[in-house]
């Protein structure tokens, strides 16, 4: 990104985080925080189908689950936060280390908040396909993937707590997939939730990436999308397919090949998409770190692909604008307070948060 860009994305957030200093220093330091008028919550399934058996019958599956909040003078469009690989809706809510999460930062800011399991996963686990799950023991390779550390060590500086008890319900966190992983069926769910709850704004994490690009190429009520660290997935007109990327560990990040008119519907929306920090800027030996060099480097591709479409989307490395230390689970952070504010200034430069007219 050039420099101009980065000081006017700087001075955006100082901007912001100064009209929001009281409630979030409140948040950070008191251990009791305000109250939280809640207007309406309830929970619901959304999209998925129907087997019916030779004798006739059923089993409901492949839906998504969503729990909401609406907040007392909610802003004009909710959020609709999708979790990552090996993840569900806890994702975000409390941290690992009991601070509150983004579900209820956003709720304290004013906006409705929808969390939700997509299909095949957690609370939405039924599925119409079979598959087997194992259970390996796997967590510190987790450790390294989501750029912790080197287990069992913490990189320097970085934005997640040292003590075993947050360690402990960060593993505890993860739940696996109940079916085969299908990006079409968890994009055709959230269509199903977007027609249902109308325009909204779409909060994705690593593996709902590609899915969310799929949803927001289907669904008008898609109004912008906010991308954390999007692993796979990413989408590029058939005609015009960068080449695949590959990491020192041997990973591949091969593009998506979409009709160039349904890719030409990216270009409508503005779209942010942040990653954290302990990502190289060029081949390395730590294969956990060089996998995300290369999607960082296909997001920028992707960026550029979508802008030239007439887009609006930026690629925002954090310690580029200040914010060092952050995971792959930002919003998790111990700095999460000032990961919200920048996508809350995003949300406001955009007129996404109420104050002025919202992106069509």
Do not use: C
């Not at 001075?11 to 008191?30: D, K, N, R, T």
């Not at 800027?281 to 730590?286: A, E, K």
């Not at 930002?330 to 920048?342: G, K, P, R, T």
Request: hydrophobic share 40%; proline share 8%.
């Amino acid at each position: 990104m050039k420099t101009g860009r980065m000081k006017t994305i700087a001075a955006l957030l100082v901007l912001y985080m100064g009209a929001m200093a009281a409630p979030a220093v409140f948040a950070a330091e008191s251990t009791m925080p305000p109250p939280l008028m809640i207007q309406e919550q309830g929970s619901f399934a959304a999209g998925g189908s129907v087997v019916t058996g030779a004798d006739g019958k059923t089993l409901h599956g492949d839906h998504l689950y969503a729990f909401y909040q609406i907040p007392v003078n909610a802003r004009k469009l909710p959020l609709v936060m999708w979790h990552g690989h090996g993840q569900f809706s806890k994702t975000w809510e409390t941290t690992p280390d009991g601070r509150e999460g983004y579900q209820t930062l956003f709720l304290r800011r004013g906006f409705g908040v929808y969390l939700i399991d997509q299909p095949r996963r957690g609370n939405a686990g039924t599925s119409t396909v079979p598959m087997t799950i194992s259970a390996k023991p796997d967590e510190q390779d987790w450790f390294n993937t989501f750029r912790v550390g080197v287990w069992p060590n913490h990189y320097p500086g970085v934005q997640f707590p040292h003590d075993s008890a947050a360690l402990d319900q960060y593993f505890r966190q993860m739940t696996p997939d109940t079916g085969p992983y299908d990006a079409e069926v968890n994009a055709d769910a959230v269509v199903a939730l977007f027609k249902k709850i109308g325009p909204a704004i779409l909060v994705t994490h690593s593996q709902a990436g590609g899915p969310g690009w799929l949803a927001a190429m289907k669904s008008e009520n898609v109004r912008a999308i906010v991308a954390y660290e999007p692993g796979s997935g990413f989408v590029f007109p058939e005609n015009a397919l960068p080449p695949a990327l590959k990491s020192s560990g041997g990973d591949v990040l091969a593009p998506v090949a979409v009709p160039a008119d349904a890719f030409k519907r990216l270009s409508k929306i503005p779209i942010v998409i942040y990653y954290g920090d302990n990502i190289p800027d060029h081949p390395v030996g730590n294969r956990y770190q060089d996998m995300w060099r290369i999607r960082l480097e296909m997001a920028r591709t992707w960026a550029k692909a979508v802008n030239a479409q007439g887009g609006d989307v930026t690629v925002i490395h954090l310690p580029d604008v200040g914010l060092k230390g952050n995971t792959h689970f930002a919003f998790s952070d111990l700095n999460n307070l000032q990961v919200a504010d920048l996508m809350s200034a995003f949300l406001h430069e955009k007129g996404l948060d109420g104050v002025s007219t919202p992106a069509k």
